[in-house]
């Protein structure tokens, strides 16, 4: 079983910046995908990033330019840049993974969750 513990949330207000990592129990050599997901109340969870073993990446349209998401094969952790925050990225954050790339529906398919780390944006 493969876990996945997300660090870095809290509060920050509007125009500001916080880094999430996600650490992985198992080399993420064997984990071809990685991804972050995030949850508003009362809204579906939606894709923030996702990124591969190539390391190619993709973005919600709504954070391209503000978001990074990279990995660092050698601490088994990925992670997530994210700038010029804004009220609405208020979420709670989640790291996903999965051993292959699936796609079904349009939309990744992960095998392996965190708890998720809370977000929140306000002045």
């Known amino acids: 079983q493969v876990q996945l513990v997300e660090s870095g949330g809290g509060l920050v207000q509007p125009g500001g910046s916080l880094r999430l990592s996600c650490a992985a129990s198992?080399?993420?050599?064997?984990?071809?995908?990685m991804g972050w997901y995030r949850q508003a109340p009362g809204k579906q969870r939606e894709l923030v990033a996702a990124?591969?073993?190539?390391?190619?990446?993709d973005y919600a349209n709504s954070v391209k330019g503000r978001f990074t998401i990279s990995r660092d094969n050698a601490k088994n952790t990925v992670y997530l840049q994210m700038n010029s925050l804004k009220p609405e990225d208020t979420a709670v954050y989640y790291c996903?993974?999965?051993?292959?790339?699936?796609?079904?529906?349009?939309?990744?398919?992960?095998?392996?969750w965190g708890q998720g780390t809370q977000v929140t944006v306000s002045s």
């Open positions: 996903a993974a999965a051993k292959l790339i699936r796609i079904t529906g349009g939309s990744y398919e992960y095998d392996y």
């Open positions: 198992i080399s993420i050599f064997s984990l071809n995908n």
């Open positions: 990124i591969t073993s190539d390391d190619s990446t």
